[in-house]
T-cell receptor, first 117, second 110 residues
Framework: AQKITQTQPGMFVQEKEAVTLDCTYD???????LFWYKQPSSGEMIFLIYQGSYDEQNATEGRYSLNFQKARKSANLVISASQLGDSAMYFC??????????????FGSGTQLTVLP | DAGITQSPRYKITETGRQVTLMCHQTWSHSYMFWYRQDLGHGLRLIYY???????DKGEVPDGYVVSRSKTENFPLTLESATRSQTSVYFC?????????FGPGTRLTVT
């Protein structure tokens, strides 16, 4: 079974509007972390936001927020006020376990976001 | 330069040749990782290292060898390159939650 599922291969959003990128995960661990990375056309991987499984509040970083619904095992990324520079591939990732674990990430297949002027 | 660097950035090699991809980080992070990125698969873990002289396999380790004699370096070697190893390779390191990625190496095996 896929550990990270991103069901939207591609998304379009109008500039200045908000957009939600979906991510569901599968783990039996109680302690885990969820991440979102952005990969622009230039190819680098840019860390956006992190949510720990025990964090009670949704993580926010500037225009990025993570809509964490633990019971549904979803960790959707919300980008507010989209900008043309937000056009990129977005990856959801999970790290299972916490201290003492290997800390490797499992990635989803990504969502290609295009912001329209 | 501070951060995490990879070399070479681009490499073309022939089937059967040995090739080594270099990764260097300046943060003294304990954990380092090698991922490959192929269309439709996102990033997949090849090998990781928890510290110098400690390495372990990831999801797709076949055909690859790693070593880590120094904390800051984590080279990845393709012992006998195959066309299926044509990919973009990312090195990453972490000292906490988020992983920081290098710029990637685009490898083509002809």
């Amino acid at each position: 079974a896929q550990k990270i599922t991103q069901t939207q291969p591609g998304m379009f959003v109008q500039e200045k509007e908000a957009v939600t990128l979906d991510c569901t995960y599968d783990t039996s661990d109680q302690s885990y972390g969820l991440f979102w990375y952005k990969q622009p056309s230039s190819g680098e991987m840019i860390f956006l936001i992190y949510q720990g499984s025990y964090d009670e509040q949704n993580a926010t970083e500037g225009r990025y927020s993570l809509n964490f619904q633990k019971a549904r095992k979803s960790a959707n990324l919300v980008i507010s006020a989209s900008q043309l520079g937000d056009s990129a591939m977005y990856f959801c990732a999970m790290r299972e376990g916490y201290r003492g674990s290997a800390r490797q990430l499992t990635f989803g297949s990504g969502t290609q976001l295009t912001v329209l002027p | 330069d501070a951060g995490i660097t990879q070399s070479p950035r681009y490499k073309i090699t022939e089937t059967g040749r040995q090739v080594t991809l270099m990764c260097h980080q300046t943060w003294s992070h304990s954990y380092m990782f090698w991922y490959r990125q192929d269309l439709g698969h996102g990033l997949r873990l090849i090998y990781y290292s928890a510290a110098a002289d400690i390495t372990d396999k990831g999801e797709v380790p076949d055909g690859y060898v790693v070593s880590r004699s120094k904390t800051e370096n984590f080279p990845l070697t393709l012992e006998s390159a195959t066309r299926s190893q044509t990919s973009v390779y990312f090195c990453a390191s972490t000292g906490g939650h988020e992983q920081y990625f290098g710029p990637g190496t685009r490898l083509t095996v002809t």
